[in-house]
């Protein structure tokens, strides 16, 4: 499974460096087209826009299949080792698997609900922007599942003893 993630890692990286590099070249030829050609594009900056969001989730994503989403430490820094570590890393875990089951429920619902409307510059329905919400929240769980077998594993191995000498 790791396998699959690394390589999932790297879809989403290449893929949030392909978004941030197109809207920045939309967003600079969309303004150089307003004040030199005096003409806008009406699908520039919702083009932009969209991107946006889906980078943002999915870097969401990306993010917590590297653990860099921002934490305080202090408090699980202090408990490291110890039985009450073991229990906040539980609550932390716990916590993270109710917001985005909520995200991905919510995501969903969202999601159906704004098929029918069309965004006014591209044409393109809403739902499939909103789609990123459940799809990133797909991708955390995956994560998110993936440290926790890692936590179980640690906590498993924890009780066991050491084998010294051969």
Known sequence: MNAVLTK???VLY???????SIMLAVTFFSVISRYV?????????ELSRFLFVWSV????????????HLAVEFLPNKLKGS?????????????SYTI???????????????MFQTSPGMGIPMGIIYAVIPLSSI?????TLNDTFAFVRRVLDHGKPTRTGA
């Not at 290449?14 to 941030?20: D, L």
């Not at 570590?85 to 875990?93: H, R, S």
């Open 14 to 20: 290449w893929f949030s460096v392909a978004a941030m």
């Open 83 to 95: 039985a009450a570590g073991l229990v906040l890393e539980l609550i932390i875990k716990l916590c």
């Open 57 to 68: 989730f999915l870097g969401s994503a990306l993010i917590m299949g590297e653990n860099g």
């Open 37 to 45: 050609f005096s003409f806008t594009f009406d699908w520039a900056e």
């Open 8 to 10: 999932l890692r790297t």
């Open 139 to 143: 991708l955390m769980v995956l994560y």
């Open 100 to 114: 985005i089951l909520i995200l991905l429920t919510q995501g969903f619902k969202m999601t159906r609900m704004m």
